[in-house]
């Protein structure tokens, strides 16, 4: 077979299967299984597969069908430019997110220490930590396997001293299995989490791409979606600095209980910033000083 006719039958089974972009993902898994990039359906269609390729892809097209993610299948979803590695046990990065990690770089300085709540893949605080100098992270989760993808991101992603040819610096980080601050020890300068905010009602509404693949304890935010909201924000006090920042993604809907929640907790200059889509996307509050 060659390459063109198998993107032509991936292709269609994509599309019978109702998978969305179901072009872009059938010529990506075909560029994964032969190695090749986005020009070679263009100029070589004519390129052989070999029985072995055909195989894989036939097989990858089957678990797309199923409408298993295509990150799960790659192993791979690329986040503030960085190529994180991901499975089933993690939330699968996503462009959003990069909003919240963009405003954390405007507020990062050399030396600070960052703590990320919920990490998951490690994205938030790995990206941070690499586009920053010498400062400190800590990322917490309550998924064990979770964890363990963070730290062979952090590993691979942030090189230590001394090894790093471009000498970029990764600053230190460590990894805790922890139910939020339960385990964590010190106080940060910035407190950041991307935690499960849908509502439990809603998760039946859910693409069945996120909704049957993705890690539910990295969705489920409880009835109202709120619940990590008020124990990250009621605690906060007891790990952040004075004066030190808390950045919260949030649903496109939550961007006035979770300022709420922040005001009532002791934070000033509660700020909404829009993502891309112009959706309120990430909360930020700067702890005061004043008694609460
Ligand atoms: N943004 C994710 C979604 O759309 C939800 C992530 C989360 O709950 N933190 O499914």
Known sequence: MTYGECFGEGKRELIQ?????????????????????????????????????????????????????????????????????????????????????????????????????????????????????????VGTDLSGAALRVAEKNAERLLAREGESLSGQRGGSFAFLESNLYERVEGMFDMIVSNPPYIPTGQIPDLMPEVRDHEPRIALNGGGDGLAFYREIIADAGK?????????????????????????????????????????DRVVTGVLGFGPF
Request: proline share 3%.
């Open 17 to 137: 299967a109702g998978v969305a972009e179901a072009e872009l993902d059938a010529g990506l898994l075909l560029e994964f299984v032969c190695r090749t990039d986005r020009g070679a359906l263009l100029a070589h269609p004519e390129r052989a597969v070999s029985p072995e390729e055909q195989g894989r892809y036939r097989e990858l097209i089957r678990q797309r069908a199923r409408r298993i993610p295509l990150q799960y299948l790659t192993g791979e979803q690329y986040f503030m430019g960085l190529p994180f590695q991901v499975d089933e046990n993690v939330l699968i990065p996503r462009q959003d997110t990069e909003i919240l990690a963009e405003e954390a770089l405007r507020n990062l300085h050399d030396g600070m220490e960052i703590l990320d709540l919920c990490t998951g893949s490690g994205c938030i605080l790995i990206s941070l930590l690499r586009y920053s100098n010498e400062c400190r992270g």
């Open 239 to 279: 790990h952040l600095k004075k004066g030190g920042m808390l950045l919260l993604e949030i649903g496109w809907d939550q961007a006035g209980a979770v300022s709420a929640l922040m005001k009532d907790g002791g934070f000033v200059e509660v700020r909404v910033i829009r993502d891309y889509a112009g959706l």
